[in-house]
């Protein structure tokens, strides 16, 4: 998947709960970005950065949290508050110059318990 | 702002036959369509791209065509191999510095029966 590492594979969550999915990449790449993918649909942007400490809203952010305290590092947060949350998580990023080609990880799928 | 729409939306050939799989988006504007396949369990994985300023792009067995007047692309396998079974995804994008500005299609999954 190029440099880019996301964790679990699967993940399953409690009502009420919150978790955390795992985006890494060793690329050196300054922009990330999180989105969803549900089945017969395309992938919707969640959030993006840009820049280390610095993250922006995607077209459904309501019931998500990031954070990019580290350049290689952008974990999404799926809180209590995003009543449907089951679904393939993608991660992904692009080369300086080339912000058109994404490379996505291999994601994570969260199901509700 | 841009909308793309995908069809079909599952399509099943016979290896060696040639797939066509269609898109079109509403934001003239638009500049970039990138192409995306995407296999089970798997992350997309670009495979081919076209500029506003290019009618067609080939890479072996895979190209895309353009028509800005209609406003619509379409993606071209041909000889498909057992292989190329996967979900395909359009998008079109305005501006070649914003990522977050892609816009996807549904996705189209492909299956070659051998």
């Known amino acids: 998947d190029g440099g880019i590492t996301q964790s679990p594979k699967y993940l399953f969550r409690k009502e009420g709960q919150n978790v955390t999915l795992s985006c890494e990449q060793n690329?050196?790449?300054?922009?990330m970005y999180w989105y969803r993918q549900d089945p017969g649909q395309g992938l919707r942007l969640i959030y993006y950065s840009q820049i280390v400490n610095d993250f922006q809203k995607g077209d459904i952010a309501e019931g998500y949290s990031v954070s990019r305290e580290k350049k290689e590092s952008f974990p999404l947060t799926v809180t209590s508050a995003q009543k449907n949350p089951t679904a393939f998580y993608l991660c992904?990023?692009?080369?300086?110059?080339?912000?058109?080609?994404?490379?996505f990880g291999s994601g994570t799928q969260l199901s509700v318990l | 702002g841009e909308n793309v729409e995908q069809h079909p939306s599952t399509l099943s050939v016979q290896e060696g036959d040639s797939a066509v799989i269609k898109c079109t988006y509403s934001d003239s504007a638009s500049n970039y369509f990138p192409w995306y396949k995407q296999e089970l369990g798997k992350g997309p994985q670009l495979i081919i791209d076209i500029r506003s300023n290019v009618g067609e792009k080939k890479d072996q067995r895979i190209a895309v065509t353009l028509n800005k007047t209609a406003k619509h692309f379409s993606l071209h396998i041909t000889e498909t191999q057992p292989e190329d079974s996967a979900v395909y995804f359009c998008a079109a994008i305005r501006g070649m510095d914003s990522s977050y500005k892609l816009i996807f299609g549904s996705g189209t999954r492909l299956l070659v029966r051998p």
């Open positions: 992904a990023t692009h080369r300086m110059g080339s912000a058109e080609k994404l490379f």
């Open positions: 690329l050196n790449h300054d922009a």
